[in-house]
């Protein structure tokens, strides 16, 4: 398990990623509050998911070998 987390994106990918999850956190307690419950939830958890993936310095497309700009 070591291997698949092993960090593979520099420190501005991660500031994006850590500004792109706390955007989506933010946005899921909006949605979640006044528009749709489902939809909160779902910003929520892939806010989490993006803000785990700056805090690791792993990007999920990279590891698949998709090439990311960031």
Same mark, same amino acid.
């Given at each position: 398990?070591?291997k @698949?987390?092993?960090p593979?994106?520099?420190s +501005?990918g991660?500031?994006v +990623? %850590? %500004?792109?999850?706390i955007?989506?956190? /933010?946005?899921? &307690?909006? /949605?979640h509050?006044?528009?749709?419950?489902? @939809? $909160? *939830? /779902?910003?929520?958890?892939? $806010?989490?998911? *993006?803000?785990f993936e700056?805090a690791r310095? &792993?990007c *999920? /497309? +990279?590891a698949?070998?998709?090439k990311t700009r @960031?």
């Amino acid at each position: 398990m070591r291997k @698949l987390f092993t960090p593979n994106i520099d420190s +501005r990918g991660r500031l994006v +990623r %850590a %500004a792109l999850g706390i955007a989506l956190l /933010a946005g899921g &307690w909006i /949605a979640h509050v006044k528009e749709s419950e489902g @939809l $909160g *939830v /779902a910003l929520i958890v892939f $806010g989490g998911f *993006v803000c785990f993936e700056a805090a690791r310095g &792993w990007c *999920v /497309a +990279r590891a698949c070998g998709i090439k990311t700009r @960031l």
